[in-house]
């Protein structure tokens, strides 16, 4: 059966400017999906279908006990949610959650058969992936968190200097990293080679923001490095991520 494309309308209410941002970021990123989410407004032309409700508003409330919201499916973000909210999320807000709550309501019906598959769908297999975000630049990390999800890479953490890069990649074994070349502390291709050579080592490295000299790229040549736009290309990103061995996680 082919998939349909399906634009769904979000009603959101509250929430700082920063969460809206991320937000934005991610409703932006679902166009390429064949389930796609908007924010709604009254200019929308259609109704809303789900509602996003900040606990920390009185205004989320409101909505959540109003009896015109009986036909809208309510999402909660924060603590003590209303009886008639159908999931709640705790806060500090992982989008990718949100997202997947989202996916469970109205991703098309052909896509929730995974498992009859007997071989590992790569998508399973990417969420057991461990990522690393190194950006000085919060909204850069946003962005590529919310691009990892997308590729159901929800394991991520992020880092805001080399020097945090390298203590986080000595705890944990990461599969794959992205590194703003735009570091203060640090020179990005030092950082790599860190990351590249350490205790856990790094297979799969990207770098964002690197310059496009015909030495920058036979270095990231010689070391398996790929160079990225900034903000990466989606499609480039996606190539890249696609190109990433799917073995055994250990």
Same mark, same amino acid.
């Given at each position: 059966?082919?998939s349909?494309?399906q634009?769904i309308y979000v009603?959101?209410?509250?929430?700082?400017?920063?969460?809206r941002?991320a937000?934005?970021t991610?409703?932006r990123l679902?166009?390429q999906?064949r389930?796609?989410?908007?924010?709604?407004?009254?200019?929308?032309?259609?109704p809303a279908?789900?509602?996003l409700?900040?606990g *920390?508003?009185w205004e989320?409330? !409101?909505? @959540?006990?109003?009896p015109m919201?009986r036909? /809208? %499916?309510?999402?909660?973000?924060?603590?003590?949610?209303p009886a008639a909210?159908?999931r709640?999320f705790?806060?500090?807000i992982?989008?990718?959650?949100?997202?997947?709550?989202l996916?469970a309501?109205?991703?098309?019906?052909?896509?929730?058969?995974?498992?009859l598959?007997p071989?590992?769908?790569p998508?399973a297999?990417m969420s *057991?992936?461990?990522?690393?975000? !190194?950006? @000085?630049?919060?909204?850069e990390r946003?962005? /590529? %968190?919310?691009r990892l999800?997308?590729a159901?890479?929800?394991?991520?953490?992020e880092a805001e200097?080399?020097?945090?890069?390298v203590?986080l990649?000595?705890?944990?074994?990461?599969d794959?990293a992205?590194?703003?070349?735009g570091l203060?502390?640090m020179?990005?291709?030092?950082?790599?080679?860190?990351?590249?050579?350490?205790?856990r080592p790094?297979?799969?490295?990207a770098l964002?923001?690197?310059a496009?000299s015909?030495?920058e %790229?036979?270095?990231a040549?010689?070391?398996?490095?790929?160079?990225l736009e900034?903000?990466?290309?989606p499609?480039?990103?996606d190539?890249?991520?696609?190109r990433i061995?799917?073995?055994?996680?250990?």
């Open positions: 059966m082919q349909m494309v634009r009603k959101v209410v509250g929430f700082s400017d920063e969460e941002h937000l934005n991610v409703f679902s166009e999906c389930t796609m989410y908007q924010l709604w407004t009254p200019q929308a032309g259609e279908r789900v509602a409700l900040d *920390q508003s989320a409330r !409101v909505e @959540a006990e109003s919201q036909d /809208l %499916r309510l999402l909660w973000v924060g603590s003590n949610a909210v159908w709640s705790p806060r500090p992982v989008w990718p959650e949100v997202v997947a709550g996916d309501l109205f991703a098309p019906q052909d896509a929730l058969d995974l498992d598959d071989d590992p769908e998508e297999i *057991q992936k461990q990522a690393l975000i !190194v950006s @000085a630049d919060r909204g946003l962005y /590529l %968190r919310a999800s997308l159901r890479l929800t394991q991520a953490d200097s080399g020097s945090e890069a203590a990649a000595r705890g944990k074994q990461y794959l992205l590194v703003d070349a203060h502390d020179d990005a291709w030092t950082l790599v080679s860190q990351l590249r050579r350490g205790r790094i297979p799969h490295l964002t923001k690197a496009r015909v030495s %790229r036979l270095r040549w010689r070391g398996s490095t790929a160079l900034d903000p990466p290309d499609e480039r990103l190539a890249w991520l696609s061995e799917l073995g055994p996680v250990a």
